[in-house]
């Protein structure tokens, strides 16, 4: 009878070593997929703060884009002809911020006007087509 109990107790004991030692590898196994888990979850979030930046600056750049076009047509071009005798003769004015191409026979030139400042600046020779 006693050999039964020490046999029983030793089964017991056994069970239970071999059951701590099954159960270290679970526990090292779990604290495996949680680091993993939280390495998956600041590897997302950080590719989430890639993608936030690089539309961010996108949208800056688009937005830089339509304030430049913006201020095009904010101004007007006029466009001037000298006659042969006498000064600049104003001919017609653009609404936007442009070179224009003079195609008369005559010698053209160009001022902006900035409605804002309402002020126009010096003329410039136009481009002539040729």
């Known amino acids: 009878m006693k050999q039964s109990i020490i046999g029983f107790v030793l089964g017991c004991v056994l069970v239970g070593a071999i059951l701590g030692v099954y159960a270290s590898g679970l ?21 989430e703060q890639g993608k936030s930046q690089t539309e961010q600056a996108e949208l800056q750049q688009v937005a830089q884009q339509r304030d430049a076009c913006q201020s095009k047509f904010q101004r007007a071009t006029f466009l001037y002809e000298t006659a042969f005798l006498g000064g600049p003769t104003r001919l017609w004015a653009i609404p936007a911020d442009i070179e224009p191409v003079y195609l008369g ?6 001022s902006h006007y900035d409605s804002k400042l ?3 600046t010096v003329q410039f020779q136009a481009k002539a087509k040729q």
Do not use: C, P, R, V
């Open 27 to 47: 526990k090292t196994e779990l604290n495996i997929a949680q680091t993993d888990i939280q390495l998956q979850k600041e590897y997302a979030k950080k590719i």
């Open 105 to 110: 026979a005559k010698h053209g030139s160009f």
């Open 118 to 120: 309402q002020t126009e």
